[in-house]
């Protein structure tokens, strides 16, 4: 088995997992804002349903470092070093984005405001696997 198969599936994986992960978190906590609306009597903001879509990019970010490590011709010891360092770090993205995409659900439903802000914030944190992905990618190119 040439290790370097393992970078490229785990530059993919571990990208999804963490998505799944962070989409997973801020889904429950867009259904929990909702249902405390519906129990208000209050409107449930349909916007909150982009928090939940959120993480859903570091997927495509880890398919397009994927990409590049398919088509390196490094050794396998770094591609494989490449893509599981680069899908933990896009995957844990994902994740903290889902975090903060729960808080902001929640904050967002009780007081109707700060969407722009909390959507900063969100992109703040994935800047870090934009980093990862444009940075690993110039090192496999």
Do not use: H
């Not at 495509?60 to 680069?86: D, K, N, Q, R």
């Amino acid at each position: 088995m040439d290790v370097g198969s393992l970078g490229y599936g785990a530059a993919l994986g571990l990208a999804a997992l963490g998505s799944a992960f962070g989409m997973g978190k801020a889904g429950q906590a867009v259904v929990g804002a909702w249902k405390k609306c519906y129990l208000n009597n209050k409107p449930a903001p349909f916007m909150l349903v982009a928090f939940v879509g959120m993480p859903l990019t570091q997927t495509f970010y880890g398919l397009i470092l994927m990409s590049a490590i398919l088509t390196s011709s490094l050794p396998s010891v770094v591609l494989m070093e490449v893509g599981l360092f680069g899908g933990i770090a896009i995957g844990a993205s994902a994740y903290g984005q889902g975090l903060a995409a729960a808080a902001s659900s929640d904050a967002m439903a009780e007081t109707g405001k700060g969407f722009g802000n909390y959507i900063m914030v969100i992109g703040l944190i994935e800047t870090v696997a934009l980093f990862a992905m444009v940075f690993l990618r110039g090192i496999v190119a």
